[in-house]
C-alpha cells in the first residue's frame, strides 16, 4: 500500500515538474513568436489534437496553439504544448495529413523525449516528420547547433502512426488515410486568405 502510494506520488511529482518546465518553455516560444488570434481557427486544429489525446494516453493534458507565420513547422514541448505554424497547416493537404504532424509531435511529449540527461530540449518538426533538437533554456537557437536524434523521431513515428490507427485517421490497409473535412476545408481556406492578405495578393484558392 505504502510502495503503491509512493509510486502514485512520485509520478505526480514528475507530472508537475514536466508541466512547470513546459509552462516556463511556453512562455518563451510565445515571447518570440506571434500566435493565430483567431480562436475559431485554433478550436478546429485543437478538436483534431484532442481527439488523438483521446488516444495518445499522456500523463499530461494536450495544448494546442497556432504559430501565425509563413515558416513550416511544428514543435513540441514537455507538459504537452503542441505548436504548429499557420505555414505548416498550408502544406497539408486533408486533416489526417494535419493530424500526422500533431500525432508525430504529441508522441515526443508522451514518450518524454528530451527530457533525461543535463539539459531539457525541445523538439522542431518539419513537414518531413524530420525534428530537430534545440537546447531549451537557450533559445532561440541557431539552427547550427541543432543535432538530430533519428531513435528519437523514429520512435515518435511509430507511435504516431499508432494514435492515427486508433484514432481514425488512417487504416491497416489505407495507411495514409483519407480524410477531407469540412473543419479542415475551413481552416486552409482561411489560413490561405490571412496569408494573401498579408502578402497583398489574391487568395489563391477557390472561392
Ligand atoms: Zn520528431
Same mark, same amino acid.
Given at each position: %500500500?505504502?510502495?503503491?502510494?509512493?509510486?502514485?506520488?512520485?509520478? =505526480?511529482?514528475?507530472?508537475?515538474?514536466?508541466?512547470?518546465?513546459?509552462?516556463?518553455? +511556453?512562455?518563451?516560444?510565445?515571447?518570440?513568436?506571434? $500566435?493565430?488570434?483567431?480562436?475559431?481557427?485554433?478550436?478546429?486544429?485543437? #478538436?483534431?489534437?484532442?481527439?488523438?489525446?483521446?488516444?495518445?494516453?499522456?500523463?499530461?493534458?494536450?495544448?494546442?496553439?497556432?504559430?501565425?507565420?509563413?515558416?513550416?513547422?511544428?514543435?513540441?514541448?514537455?507538459?504537452?504544448?503542441?505548436?504548429?505554424?499557420?505555414?505548416?497547416?498550408?502544406?497539408?493537404?486533408?486533416?489526417?495529413?494535419?493530424?500526422?504532424?500533431?500525432?508525430?509531435? %504529441?508522441?515526443?511529449?508522451?514518450?518524454?523525449?528530451?527530457?533525461?540527461?543535463?539539459?531539457?530540449?525541445?523538439? %522542431?518538426?518539419? =513537414? $518531413?516528420?524530420?525534428?530537430?533538437?534545440?537546447?531549451?533554456?537557450?533559445?532561440?537557437?541557431?539552427?547550427?547547433?541543432?543535432? *538530430?536524434?533519428?531513435?528519437?523521431?523514429?520512435?515518435?513515428?511509430?507511435?504516431? #502512426?499508432?494514435?492515427?490507427?486508433?484514432?481514425?485517421?488512417?487504416?491497416?490497409? *489505407?495507411?495514409?488515410?483519407?480524410?477531407?473535412?469540412?473543419?479542415?476545408?475551413? $481552416?486552409?481556406?482561411?489560413?490561405?486568405?490571412?496569408?494573401? +492578405?498579408?502578402?497583398?495578393?489574391?487568395?489563391?484558392?477557390? *472561392?
Amino acid at each position: %500500500m505504502l510502495v503503491a502510494f509512493m509510486a502514485i506520488f512520485a509520478i =505526480a511529482q514528475q507530472r508537475e515538474k514536466e508541466l512547470a518546465l513546459g509552462k516556463a518553455l +511556453a512562455a518563451e516560444v510565445e515571447r518570440t513568436h506571434k $500566435l493565430l488570434d483567431d480562436a475559431a481557427l485554433v478550436a478546429i486544429v485543437n #478538436a483534431i489534437g484532442q481527439k488523438l489525446a483521446g488516444v495518445a494516453k499522456a500523463a499530461v493534458p494536450f495544448t494546442f496553439r497556432v504559430i501565425d507565420e509563413q515558416q513550416p513547422f511544428a514543435n513540441a514541448l514537455p507538459g504537452g504544448f503542441v505548436y504548429v505554424s499557420a505555414a505548416q497547416i498550408l502544406r497539408e493537404h486533408d486533416e489526417a495529413e494535419l493530424a500526422g504532424v500533431l500525432a508525430h509531435e %504529441m508522441a515526443h511529449v508522451v514518450a518524454r523525449h528530451g527530457q533525461s540527461g543535463p539539459q531539457p530540449m525541445i523538439f %522542431m518538426g518539419t =513537414a $518531413l516528420g524530420v525534428c530537430t533538437r534545440y537546447p531549451a533554456d537557450n533559445l532561440p537557437i541557431p539552427p547550427s547547433l541543432a543535432r *538530430q536524434a533519428p531513435k528519437q523521431e523514429e520512435d515518435a513515428d511509430i507511435l504516431a #502512426a499508432g494514435y492515427l490507427l486508433k484514432a481514425g485517421y488512417a487504416t491497416a490497409a *489505407q495507411p495514409n488515410g483519407i480524410v477531407n473535412t469540412s473543419r479542415f476545408q475551413e $481552416l486552409r481556406e482561411a489560413l490561405e486568405r490571412r496569408k494573401a +492578405a498579408i502578402l497583398g495578393q489574391r487568395p489563391t484558392l477557390a *472561392q
